[in-house]
T-cell receptor, first 109, second 116 residues
């Protein structure tokens, strides 16, 4: 089965800085999604990038996809303390999602 | 936007008892819902796919007799953890996909189950 693996596992930055998280996967995909999870809560869908797309933006989020390297990155610009959460990439079909291990992002005020 | 509601958010039960967790799609019909399990500081693992009007599809290694899933209507799926043991303590999350609108799954708030 497909498995997304994020790195770093944990990232601590200051407010205003940019945060970059990476995700690698093993098999061919139709799309890749990024989700956010606040501690002890459900997941919130952030962005979906299709396999024929290389970059996508949504507000302060920028996602890239390199299918030749089977990797994706999530960039959060001008981070805020409220961005503190775990971020997961997910792959799959028919929304039977396989999640990566996640990156715990801490944004210090 | 689409809302998926999960109840309860926290539950503590004694070993040997059963616990039912509900997952509701509040503003759309979901023929398929998904149940995940998440251990502390780990990723989500898909347990089963809940299909309205038919049997659930379980992932390898998930005991179907222990984790009973019922999807009796287009807006409700339930997960019952039967004869719970302390090792069943975990965070359980459901998801559903609206038939229209932006792609992406919508998740419930999750249920923290503690078996004592």
């Amino acid at each position: 089965s497909q498995q997304g693996e994020e790195d770093p596992q944990a990232l601590s930055i200051q407010e205003g800085e940019n945060a970059t998280m990476n995700c690698s996967y093993k098999t061919s995909i139709n799309n890749l999604q990024w989700y956010r999870q606040n501690s002890g809560r459900g997941l919130v869908h952030l962005i979906l990038i299709r396999s024929n797309e290389r970059e996508k933006h949504s507000g302060r989020l920028r996602v890239t996809l390199d299918t030749s390297k089977k990797s994706s990155s999530l960039l959060i610009t001008a981070s805020r303390a409220a961005d503190t959460a775990s971020y997961f990439c997910a792959t799959g079909s028919n929304y039977k999602l396989t999640f990566g291990k996640g990156t715990l992002l801490t944004v210090n005020p | 936007g689409a809302v998926v509601s999960q109840h309860p958010s926290r539950v503590i039960c004694k070993s040997g008892t059963s616990v039912k967790i509900e997952c509701r799609s509040l503003d759309f019909q979901a023929t398929t819902m998904f149940w995940y399990r998440q251990f502390p500081k780990q990723s989500l693992m898909l347990m089963a796919t809940s299909n309205e009007g038919s049997k659930a599809t379980y992932e390898q290694g998930v005991e179907k007799d222990k984790f009973l899933i019922n999807h009796a209507s287009l807006t409700l799926s339930t997960l019952t953890v039967t004869s719970a043991h302390p090792e069943d303590s975990s965070f359980y999350i459901c998801s559903a996909i609206p038939p229209t609108g932006p792609r992406g799954a919508f998740f419930g708030q999750g249920t923290r189950l503690t078996v004592v």
